[in-house]
């Protein structure tokens, strides 16, 4: 049901670098600004990144964000046990009428 | 201190109808820019977007569009979702989040900065 597509999995050992993948079409991620989310077990998601490569205040610099064409990526450097969780990209999608939010198919972070 | 807070039942029977609350603190449902939408998840599985109300009342919804309703009371602070016609594949957590709006004069920015806790909705007979 996701218009995003990212990979189920990555993993990487402690202070190494990941990168997550968000493709998706032009009349979502090639026009619109992307966004990520964090999300824990059992907790609601948390907002990583915004407007493509943003950070929210109190988010840390080992993780960033970047926009190319129809696609978005996530970076995450010196990789931390806290950092496993699932993360998922967003954005608008203006194919569909009045439009509507998608997001990823949601990708699970595995350090090793 | 923005705070976000779904209410609403935790068993739902199926083909009845699901109404969920969204009690927020911290920011106006009528604040130029301010819009609420409702995102479920089921166990195990992606987040998907249901539903947004704008502070002008606008609304947009999900291809579930047929099922949906929602609605706001900026006196109250709240914003309300009804599903119809409820089936177990609606079993999930729901959540509604604030979506930040932003205009810059060529392009239109959005994204959620801050999200309830969720209430996890069974259907079930």
């Known amino acids: 049901q996701s218009v995003l597509t990212q990979p189920p999995s990555v993993s990487a050992a402690p202070g190494q670098k990941v990168t997550i993948s968000c493709s998706g079409s032009i009349s979502n991620i090639g026009n619109n600004y992307v966004s990520w989310y964090q999300q824990f077990p059992g907790t609601a998601p948390k907002l990583l990144i915004y407007?493509?490569?943003k950070r929210p205040s109190g988010i840390p610099d080992r993780f960033s964000g970047s926009k190319s064409g129809t696609s978005a990526t996530l970076g995450i450097t010196g990789l931390q046990t806290g950092d496993e969780a699932d993360y998922y990209c967003g954005t608008w999608d203006s194919s569909l009428s009045a439009g509507e939010y998608v997001f990823g198919t949601g990708t699970k972070v595995t350090v090793l | 201190q923005v705070t976000l807070r779904e209410s609403g039942p935790a068993l739902v029977k199926p083909t009845q109808t699901l109404t969920l609350t969204c009690t927020v603190s911290?920011?106006?449902?009528?604040?130029?820019?301010?819009?609420v939408s409702w995102i479920r998840q089921p166990p195990g599985k992606a987040l998907e977007w249901l539903a947004r109300i704008d502070w002008d009342d606008d609304k947009y919804y999900s291809s579930l569009r047929t099922r949906l309703a929602i609605s706001k009371d900026t006196s109250r602070s709240q914003v309300v979702l009804t599903m119809t016609h409820l089936d177990p594949v609606d079993t999930g957590t729901y959540y509604c989040a604030r979506m930040q709006r932003v205009y810059d004069g060529s392009h239109v920015r959005y994204y959620f900065d801050f999200w309830g806790q969720g209430t996890l909705v069974t259907v079930s007979s």
């Open positions: 407007d493509n490569n």
């Open positions: 911290g920011f106006s449902l009528g604040a130029t820019g301010m819009c």
